[in-house]
């Protein structure tokens, strides 16, 4: 059974940083494209950054290029998200999620071609 659990989340003042991680089990992550993604209340699901089951390409919300840095750690079977510079803009939880398919060549940036998800963790940024 595929496992996805998010951590990091929290309460910051606007113009700082957190880290998210997020821990996979049940499946050969490695081989698996990984995404974030948010949702603030009243508001549908938007992608946030996406990184190739490789690791090499990585893809971001243009609300976030710049700002937000993801990165796995195949070894530990774990994706983060360096979120810098936060605005309260930012607030949302925040989703982890698999690609449902392996070797993937073009990585989704919607939540159609994701397969399992996260609980969630929630980030509320202060101004």
């Known amino acids: 059974q595929v496992q996805l659990v998010e951590s990091g989340g929290g309460l910051v003042q606007a113009g700082g940083s957190l880290r998210l991680s997020c821990a996979a089990s049940?499946?050969?992550?490695?081989?698996?494209?990984m995404g974030w993604f948010r949702q603030a209340p009243g508001k549908e699901r938007e992608f946030v950054a996406a990184i190739s089951w490789s690791g090499p390409s990585t893809y971001y919300a243009d609300s976030v290029k710049g700002r937000f840095t993801i990165s796995r750690d195949n070894a530990k079977n774990t994706v983060y998200l360096q979120m810098n510079s936060l605005k309260p803009e930012d607030t949302a939880v925040y989703y982890c999620?698999?690609?449902?398919?392996?070797?993937?060549?073009?990585?989704?940036?919607?939540?159609?071609?994701?397969?399992?998800w996260g609980q969630g963790t929630q980030v509320t940024v202060s101004s």
């Open positions: 049940g499946r050969t992550f490695s081989t698996y494209a």
């Open positions: 999620a698999t690609a449902s398919e392996d070797f993937t060549v073009v990585v989704a940036t919607t939540p159609f071609g994701y397969e399992y």
